[in-house]
Structures are given as structure tokens and as C-alpha cells.
């Protein structure tokens, strides 16, 4: 058994580090903040400079050099603390994926460049207003027109919908059997007739869509997998989702209310860190904050073994944002009515971060997979419980 | 990181559980009851050196790590074993570290180290200290041990303990059945170390013993979870497995999950004891303060999912239930424990951090 970290680590920390607080500026964060929207051209830019932005892809496809596995682990790490806006280049990176497993020739010609360059966005199109976790029962429709599909439906949550190049689409093509059999999987270009962006706003401020797809023509080219196949596409997408972790956000949480708890003093002079009911709350997290990394840490050991974390990779997700949540909402009640002020409000403790982690808590135990589908997996996978 | 273990781990994890599947059944850990301890039990483990194995080379003992050792003390929670391996195993370590530290005292040290690992004398720890003329109260293996090591204002001491109902030791019935005593310190105590260096002897013993509790309180809730999710996938209501309701699933995946981190977290306490000293004390609070609470967890959830059943005497998960809450509670209550972790992460309360 070994914990240590890569002797290197402090050095690369110190290095990552350095880059993010010199690209993400105040007037960066509070932009991102604002207008709810986790994508940026500048951000993007500084990480490809740095040869960043797509460590570890294969360089025919334009991808950056390899990474060691402890340094791509720090980075990202360190933009999850910072809230760097990542997540167009998350769904952009998690779509190339899928179309570097079942995608057609000609398609990674078209996109792949493109897509580790950063000069598309490409975006989710699973969810429905009817349907979420069971994503398979979604009513998009797809009809066949000779070397053309009809597209008619909505999508909902198509975080960054509103500036996205493409969606990986979910459709219906064939209603009339069993619900995992009739669909198939599109990667639809959105800068056309027929195809349009509603904001759909959130409480952490996130902005998201819901998306209108009313007679939109895609070529079959457009299609991934087979026809009436999509679900086994989806299947393969959504295991990438599912070994998330929350840790460095929930430590970057812990790590501004011990701030706080140092430097602020209760009405009887007592230092806030001396309060034996502040000390308890901090250490509680931060032991979730040391459990998360770890139960992390076993799935990705486990996949470097060559075993599928199976279970483990959602008790990942699962623990970690659940972990996120709690530590939230315990450390918010811990600081009191200071913990009200708004994020990057004037005065407010830490810059509001306690409020703004409250707010933000709430998505992860919802996307790639509720916390209940996690426990699905686990009872199921994990435990060889009954369905 | 790298959760895999070699082959001598292994070997030594295969030789306990090996040992406990024949001598520490439900029906034997039931007849020990309720003072917890079974004499024949206890022989076979010294056979197996475990006192010897957590004692450094240097002092006549085999230098087991601390992970190896709570690779045994996982296995110890799955059978909840009547025998004091933890507090003994802490004891001669202390009892070792006295030895090497206090050269006053260090003779009184090195000679009881000796008995212990000659198997002629069992010595353990009271896991708080006590005032000047008080009594250490709950001594884990109190009810059992020939002599108990206590820290008495700011001296550790030796003190022997007599035959039950004398003024020495006084056993506690319990809800663990564990072997505990009150015990008074008798005027033939032996000094082992004095002023900061005892304080500090017997707080680096406790951090080896939260360590090593978390790793039992580990096998605790692994093994509840098991009895239980054997049960809801046999038991049938309604016409289905009992299983197959999220009610049931969804709190025993909870559980796999806490059990599964508070796993990791104990075995890089136990790591960090060897390899990341200046963080060891606080993972080794955090470790103890979280298996205890998923092992807790886990063991209610086990129970409550037997329905009726898990209520009954009869049924194993009882005997798991009721040891996590006494082996963590022994010490102290989890909050008390994410405390002790707080002092370590941030230093004493009125410090500069």
C-alpha cells in the first residue's frame, strides 16, 4: 500500500497554480459568475498555449502531449477549486470520446481537430422535459428521409445549447418496440434552421437551456452507431460520467471556512477556530474531503489494475457530491447569518464562497446521474441486490 | 496510490481470518460472552506471536507496520474475536517506546516488555488519563490483563491488577461484552516515564490505537453489510426479495460506500503512521471518528433490514451491532473524535493556527 503522492506534485501545484490565478482574473471569475455560463474563449486559449487543454489525446487528432498521470490529476484538481469555466470543454471532450469509439472516419476528420483545439463546443442532448435518470425513455423524434433524418423534439439541460457548435443527440427512431431498441444517437449541427436556445436559469447561477429541434435536417453522416443502436452509445457515455469527483471543491470549502474561522472573532473575543463546535464541523468535512479523494483514488487505481470500478466509480460520484452537499450546507449553518451575504458581494465572508457552494451543491447529486441512480448501481453492481 | 498488498500481508491476513473461522464463530464469541474473552482463543493467538508482531525488531519483536497490524485488526471486527489483540498490541508498543525513551525508567519498561513477550503477563492501556488518586475507568481488557498502563496526572505507570472484587479492578458489564474494569492505580504501580514525555507516550499509543479500532470497526460494518444484504436477497415480501426495494437498497449502498471509505482512510492513517508523520495523528482521529460512524450505520441498517429478526438474540448481526457502538464508544464518540483530529489539523484551541 502506498499514499504518497509524486515527489514531483508540489513543484507541478505550484506551477499549475500560478497559471490559474494569472488567466483567471477577478474580472474572469466574476464574468463566468455573472452571466452563468462555464465557458470561455480567453481560458481556453491560455490552457492550449500552455499545452493544456487536451493532454493525453492522440496527437493525430491534434491533441496535446501526454501528461503524467499525478499531473493530470493536480489540473484538475486545481480548476475544480477555482471554478474554472471547463464545462463546454468537458461535454466537448466527453462527445469526442464517443465519436473517437464509434464515430465514422470521416466524421473524426471533421471534428476532432476542431474539438481539441477548442474552436467548437459540443454539447448534451440526452435529457427531456419528461425525462432524466431514465434517459432511455426519451421522445425526440428521428424519421428517415432518404439520406436525410427529420428531427423534431426538446432537450433539456443543454448547458452552453446557446453557444454550442453541436449536440449529441438522443432520438427516437423506432417507437414501436421495447424502449432501449429504438433509438439513435446524431451529432447534430446547431447553427441551422430549425434548431433553438431558451435559457433556463439555476440556482447557483448556472446557466443552462432548453433546446427546440422543429424539422431539422441532419445528413445520415451525422449519425453515430448503428440505427436503433443508440442506446448502446449512450451506455459507453454515460460510464465515462460516472467517476466524478467533488473532492477539490468540497476541500476548496473546507479550506475558505478555516480561513474564515481563523480570522474572525465571536462578541465574547473568542476566536471562531477555538470554538470547540467550529473545530468539530471543519474536521467532519475535512474528513469527507480525505474520504473522497480517496474513494477516487481506489477507481482510478483500480482502472490503472485493468479492473472496471464498476461500483466503485459511482460511489465516487456518489460520495463525493453527497459529501459536497453536506459539508455545504453544515459549514453555511456554522458561519451563521454573515453566511447569507451573496457571492462577490461586498463584505461578505470569503468572498460568499459558503453561499455560493450551497447553491452549487445542489446540481451534483442531480447531473451525470442522481444520487439515486448511483445507489442503483452500487445495490445492484456492487452488492448483487435484486432490480 | 496503490491499495495492493504483498504477499506476506496476505499471508498473515489468510493466517487470522484462517484462526477466527474456527475459534471465533458466532456460537464461540456467544459462550464468551458476557466478559468477552475466551481464554483458548487468546492461546492460539500468542501462538500466532500477535503480541510479538507489533513490537519492533529492536525490542524482540517481529516489526510489523501499522498496516500490517490493522490488516489484522480488520479481521478481528469481521468476527468480533473475544481476545484484547488491539490494546495489547498498543500497550507493548508503548511499553517499547518507554523503553527507548525515558532512560530513568526505562529498565521497569523493558522488563515488563519482556514478560508480555515471553506470553507470561498480558498488559494493556487505559485510553484516558486520570487524576492523582482517581481511577481509570472502562480499561479496555481491564477485566482481563495482569497489569494496565495509566497515565496518572503527568506519570505513565505500571500498575498491576489483582484478583477480581479486589481493590484493583472491578469488571463492567457492557453493551459490547467486552472484557472491561475500573481500575485503581495500587501503590506498587512502577513509574514508565514521567512529565511530557509520558503525556506524549500515551498519545502517540492512542493514535495507534484509533488507527487499529478503525480498522476493526472497518470489518464491523463490512461484515454487517454482508449479513444483511445476504438477508434481503433471500427474504421475500409481497412476493419479491425484500432487496429489490430502494427503501432497503438504497441505505445499504450508502453503507458499502462509508465502509468502503472509512477502509481506505484507516489503512492511510495506518500508512501515514510510517511514511507521513507530521499528518499521522490527525488521519488517525479522522479514520477512528469516521469507520465509527459507518460502522455504526452500517450495523443499524443491517439489523433494521432483518425486520424482526434482527432483533432477536439469535441473530448474529446483534453481536456486530452491539460491539460498533462499545469499541468506538470505549473511547470516545465520533464528534469527540473529529475534535482530537481538529487539534492535531489546526493545534490546541488558543494556539496561532
Known amino acids: 500500500m502506498d499514499f504518497s503522492k509524486d515527489p514531483r506534485s508540489d513543484a507541478f501545484r505550484a506551477e499549475v497554480r500560478e497559471f490559474l490565478a494569472d488567466v483567471i482574473t477577478p474580472e474572469m471569475e466574476e464574468r463566468v459568475y455573472r452571466t452563468g455560463v462555464s465557458h470561455d474563449d480567453d481560458f481556453n486559449a491560455a490552457l492550449l498555449e500552455r499545452g493544456w487543454y487536451a493532454p493525453g489525446w492522440p496527437a493525430e487528432w491534434g491533441g496535446d502531449a501526454d501528461l503524467e498521470p499525478y499531473q493530470q490529476d493536480i489540473l484538475d484538481e486545481e480548476m475544480a477549486r477555482v471554478d474554472a469555466p471547463l464545462i463546454s470543454r468537458g461535454t466537448t471532450f466527453a462527445i469526442a470520446h464517443m465519436i473517437l469509439r464509434a464515430g465514422t472516419e470521416e466524421m473524426k476528420q471533421e471534428i476532432l481537430p476542431k474539438a481539441l483545439r477548442a474552436e467548437i463546443i459540443m454539447v448534451l442532448g440526452f435529457s427531456e422535459p419528461e425525462s432524466g435518470s431514465d434517459v432511455a425513455s426519451a421522445q425526440c423524434r428521428a424519421v428517415r428521409d432518404g439520406d436525410e433524418w427529420v428531427i423534431n423534439g426538446q432537450k433539456m439541460f443543454t448547458t452552453n445549447g446557446h453557444i454550442a457548435d453541436y449536440v449529441f443527440l438522443l432520438t427516437r427512431t423506432n417507437p414501436d418496440v421495447a424502449k432501449h431498441k429504438g433509438l439513435t444517437m446524431f451529432l447534430v449541427p446547431m447553427k441551422q434552421p430549425g434548431v433553438e436556445a431558451q435559457g433556463v436559469f439555476t440556482l447557483s447561477g448556472e446557466r443552462t437551456n432548453i433546446t427546440f429541434y422543429n424539422d431539422v435536417r441532419v445528413d445520415d453522416r451525422w449519425r453515430i452507431g448503428e440505427v436503433d443502436h443508440g442506446w448502446q452509445v449512450m451506455t459507453a457515455a454515460l460510464q465515462d460520467e460516472h467517476t466524478a469527483s467533488f473532492g477539490p471543491r468540497t476541500a476548496r470549502l473546507v479550506e475558505e471556512c478555516e480561513a474564515w474561522a481563523a480570522e474572525t472573532v465571536d462578541a465574547a473575543g473568542r476566536r471562531k477556530l477555538d470554538d470547540p463546535d467550529v473545530r468539530t464541523r471543519l474536521a467532519r468535512a475535512a474528513t469527507e474531503v480525505e474520504v473522497s479523494e480517496l474513494v477516487l483514488g481506489r477507481a482510478e487505481w483500480m482502472n490503472e489494475q485493468g479492473r472496471v470500478p464498476e461500483a466503485e466509480g459511482p460511489m465516487s460520484k456518489l460520495y463525493s457530491s453527497e459529501a459536497l452537499v453536506r459539508a455545504a450546507q453544515d459549514l453555511h449553518e456554522m458561519m451563521g447569518p454573515d453566511a447569507l451575504r451573496s457571492f462577490l458581494s461586498p463584505g461578505a465572508p470569503r468572498e460568499g464562497r459558503v453561499d455560493h457552494y450551497l447553491r452549487y451543491s445542489l446540481g451534483t447529486t442531480i447531473y451525470a446521474g442522481t444520487s439515486e441512480v448511483q445507489r442503483n448501481i452500487v445495490a445492484q453492481r456492487g452488492l448483487g441486490l435484486p432490480r | ?353
Request: aromatic letters at 6%.
Open chain 2, 1 to 353: 496510490m496503490d491499495l495492493s498488498t504483498t504477499t506476506e500481508q496476505d499471508q498473515l491476513v489468510d493466517a487470522f481470518s484462517g484462526l477466527y473461522r474456527k475459534h471465533s464463530t458466532p456460537e464461540q464469541v456467544r459462550a464468551a460472552e458476557p466478559l468477552g474473552f475466551d481464554p483458548a482463543l487468546w492461546a492460539q493467538l500468542g501462538e500466532l506471536g500477535t503480541t510479538a508482531m507489533a513490537v519492533g525488531e529492536e525490542h524482540g519483536g517481529w516489526g510489523a507496520t501499522l498496516v500490517d497490524l490493522a490488516l489484522v485488526a480488520e479481521q478481528q471486527g469481521r468476527f468480533v474475536a473475544p481476545a484484547p489483540v488491539i490494546e495489547t498490541q498498543v500497550a507493548a508498543r508503548l511499553l517499547a517506546a518507554a523503553a527507548s525513551t525515558s532512560p530513568s525508567t526505562s529498565s521497569a519498561a523493558a522488563s515488563a516488555l519482556a514478560e508480555v513477550l515471553a506470553g507470561d503477563r498480558m498488559v494493556t492501556l487505559a485510553l484516558h488519563p486520570v487524576a492523582a488518586g482517581g481511577r481509570a475507568g472502562l480499561v479496555p481488557a481491564g477485566a482481563v490483563a495482569d497489569a494496565a498502563i495509566v497515565l496518572v496526572g503527568d506519570r505513565l505507570v505500571l500498575t498491576p491488577l489483582g484478583a477480581e472484587g479486589t481493590h484493583a479492578r472491578r469488571t463492567v458489564e457492557n453493551l459490547g461484552s467486552m472484557p472491561l474494569a475500573d481500575v485503581s492505580i495500587a501503590d506498587d504501580a512502577v513509574d514508565l516515564a514521567s512529565g511530557p514525555a509520558a503525556v506524549g507516550l500515551l498519545d502517540a499509543a492512542l493514535d495507534d490505537w484509533l488507527v487499529l479500532t478503525a480498522a476493526a470497526l472497518v470489518g464491523i460494518g463490512a461484515r454487517a453489510l454482508e449479513l444483511g444484504v445476504e438477508y434481503v436477497k433471500e427474504r421475500k415480501a409481497w412476493g419479491v426479495p425484500i432487496g429489490s426495494f430502494q427503501a432497503v437498497a438504497h441505505p445499504l449502498a450508502d453503507s458499502a460506500t462509508a465502509v468502503d471509505g472509512s477502509r481506505v482512510l484507516a489503512y492511510k492513517a495506518a500508512w501515514a503512521a510510517g511514511e507521513q508523520p507530521e499528518r499521522a495523528a490527525e488521519l488517525a482521529a479522522m479514520a477512528f471518528a469516521y469507520a465509527a460512524e459507518s460502522a455504526r450505520d452500517a450495523t443499524y441498517r443491517s439489523l433494521h433490514f432483518h425486520g424482526g429478526y434482527g432483533f432477536m438474540m439469535e441473530y448474529d448481526v446483534q453481536l456486530l451491532y452491539r460491539r460498533a457502538r462499545a469499541w468506538a464508544n470505549v473511547y470516545a464518540e465520533p464528534a469527540a473524535a473529529y475534535r482530537r483530529a481538529a487539534d492535531k489539523r489546526y493545534g490546541p484551541v488558543g494556539g496561532d493556527r
